[in-house]
């Protein structure tokens, strides 16, 4: 799944490598279309084993996520849903 495209499998941002987002990066927006499950935005835990989440989108909607100086983040999408994230430089 890339950035600015509509998918339905684990996302982890910004990048596999699961780098701490900067402090200059822009906000990014999720749309969610939750059908039969929910989109949840995670984070790793404490011990960095697992992830934990941190919110879960229950309903259809389109959120900003400012993510400047945080540390990486999974998108898990559950059921039917499916979302898709977008950054300005994407375009959108």
Not at 24 to 29: E, Q
Request: aromatic content about 6%; overall charge negative; proline content about 5%.
């Amino acid at each position: 799944m890339t950035l600015g495209t509509w998918g339905a499998t684990a996302l982890v941002l910004p990048d596999d490598e699961e780098h701490v987002f900067p402090h200059w990066v822009s906000p990014a927006t999720i749309h969610a279309e939750v059908g039969d499950g929910d989109v949840q935005i995670q984070r790793r835990n404490a011990t960095g084993d697992d992830w934990t989440t941190i919110e879960t989108l229950s309903e259809d909607c389109s959120r900003i996520l400012d993510v400047k100086n945080m540390p990486a983040m999974r998108i898990l999408p559950t059921g039917s849903a499916q979302f898709m994230v977008v950054w300005a430089k994407n375009g959108a």
